[in-house]
Nanobody, 119 residues
C-alpha cells in the first residue's frame, strides 16, 4: 500500500506560479513512476506530467510544455510540479498518481489539490 498526500494548491492570478508537492509513504520502494493529472469542472481527468522514479526521465503534456516542470526528491519520496505562467484553463483539481510494480502494476491516487487561476 502507498499513501499519497498533495499540497500546494491555491488561488493565483493568470501569469502567476505555484508549486505542488506530493509526498508518498508506505511501500514506496516499488515505485516505477510518479505523475500528475488534473480534472477541470465538467471534463475528464487528463495527464499533465510524469517522471520515472529511478532514471528521472520525464514527459509533460503539450498543453503545459514550457510552463510546467516535474521533479522528484527520492530521499523525501516526494514529487513536485512547478507551474509557471498559469492560465485560467489550468484551473482544476490536480491529482498525484503513483505507479508501482508489486508482482503486477498498481495505481495509487492522492486526494487531489485545487488550483484556481483567475483572469
Amino acid at each position: 500500500q502507498v499513501q499519497l498526500g498533495e499540497s500546494g494548491g491555491g488561488l493565483v492570478q493568470a501569469g502567476g506560479s505555484l508549486r505542488l508537492s506530493c509526498a508518498a509513504s508506505g511501500r514506496t520502494f516499488s515505485t516505477v513512476r510518479m505523475a500528475w493529472y488534473r480534472q477541470a469542472p465538467g471534463k475528464e481527468r487528463e495527464f499533465v506530467a510524469q517522471i520515472a522514479w529511478s532514471s528521472g526521465s520525464f514527459a509533460v503534456a503539450d498543453s503545459v510544455k514550457g510552463r510546467f516542470t516535474i521533479s522528484k526528491d527520492n530521499a523525501k519520496n516526494t514529487v513536485y510540479l512547478q507551474m509557471s505562467d498559469l492560465k485560467p484553463e489550468d484551473t482544476g483539481i490536480y491529482y498525484c498518481n503513483a505507479l508501482l510494480y508489486v508482482g503486477a502494476t498498481r495505481h495509487y491516487w492522492g486526494q487531489g489539490t485545487q488550483v484556481t487561476v483567475s483572469s
